[in-house]
């Protein structure tokens, strides 16, 4: 079996198994508290999840190539903070424009991690990690550290994530539009796979010819345009902007990437797994209440499930690896007798 083939399966194997998990919580939970297994119920933890899902779909590819992008909950923050900004100054915004506005910010942001990481050949984890500092005191010299409260917010922000298509919450349909392109990116277009060609093994990107500068630079770009997007809805569902908005909202980010299976390692991977990565965290999330667990807690069992599901993966990869090892000693100790 190749390793790709390996891989394909393992992640299959994988994605069940959390799916299994997740209908478990659901229903034990369901059991002690029945209306948590109402639709009504359901369309909140999807409403909830949706800015989440965005952030996912960015952070994925960012992830695929070896990299971190800590940097997305300030980019939100400050993207979400001039969005509110421009529409107090100009009433008369567009929300077509404001769109554009916060996808154009959040790329320009996320361009500048790509830059500094190629142009300088820094770590990922540091070059995000300052950007994440200055793109929250950027948010502060921008408001003059005040906040934006729900009646100076545009009407346009407010009105958008609370608006409904088709019975379904905006939100959901943004978040699902996301996933969608992000899917079509990695399946069918070059670009998209050959960020799982540089994550899986750079050296040989590189010989194969494979624009590695460009496809990083990439990456970071459209993980920063979503987090823009993200930022606008962010400030539109909670009607406030301030400079500490959605601080420490890149672990769970990162958390719900890790849970789905793709691997910090890179080059591994998958829509599917990544959304009940999600999934898992809005369905934690809503059962912590019903089943009266303290809110604190929250934070404790995410950074233990993070940790075991690291553990996980790196216990795969090393199987898998010893296995293709093994086989491989086999053919070469029959080729040689």
């Not at 508290?33 to 965005?54: K, M, T, W």
């Not at 010989?207 to 930022?231: C, D, F, H, K, N």
């Not at 934690?284 to 993070?306: C, D, E, K, T, Y």
Request: hydrophobic residues 55%; positive net charge; contains cysteine.
């Amino acid at each position: 079996m190749s390793t790709a083939l390996s891989h394909h399966w393992h992640a299959r194997r994988r994605e069940w198994l959390l799916a299994a998990i997740i209908a478990l919580i659901v229903l034990a939970v369901g059991w002690r508290a029945p209306v948590f297994l109402s639709a009504r119920n359901a369309l909140d933890i999807g409403n909830d999840s949706a800015i989440l899902v965005i952030l996912v779909m960015g952070q994925m590819l960012v992830l695929l190539t070896r990299g971190v992008d800590l940097s997305v909950a300030s980019n939100l923050a400050l993207t979400g903070m001039l969005c509110a900004l421009a529409a107090r100054a100009w009433p008369g915004i567009p929300l077509a424009v404001l769109l554009l506005m916060a996808c154009a910010i959040g790329a320009l942001l996320g361009a500048v991690n790509g830059w500094l990481i190629m142009r300088f050949s820094l770590p990922p984890i540091v070059v995000t990690l300052g950007t994440l500092s200055a793109y929250r005191g950027a948010i502060f010299v921008a408001s003059g550290g005040a906040w934006i409260s729900d009646h100076e917010i545009h009407p346009l922000i407010k009105g958008l994530p609370r608006e409904e298509w088709l019975g379904l919450p905006a939100l959901i349909w943004f978040a699902f539009a996301v996933a969608l392109a992000t899917a079509w990116l990695l399946r069918w277009r070059r670009e998209g796979r050959e960020l799982y060609a540089y994550g899986g093994n750079p050296h040989a990107a590189l010989y194969a010819g494979i624009p590695v500068r460009q496809r990083l630079v990439m990456a970071y770009t459209l993980s920063g345009l979503l987090a823009g997007l993200a930022g606008l809805l962010w400030v539109g569902r909670y009607s406030i902007a301030f400079t500490e908005l959605a601080s420490g909202y890149e672990l769970t980010v990162i958390a719900a990437c890790v849970i789905g299976g793709v691997s910090i390692g890179g080059g591994v991977g998958t829509i599917a797994g990544a959304l009940l990565g999600v999934l898992f965290i809005g369905v934690v999330n809503g059962a912590l209440p019903v089943i009266q667990v303290s809110p604190f807690w929250q934070q404790a069992i995410a950074g233990a499930v993070i940790l075991v599901s690291v553990v996980l993966n790196a216990r795969a990869d090393r199987t898998q690896g010893r296995q293709i090892l093994d086989k491989s000693l086999h053919k070469a100790q029959g080729a040689a007798a």
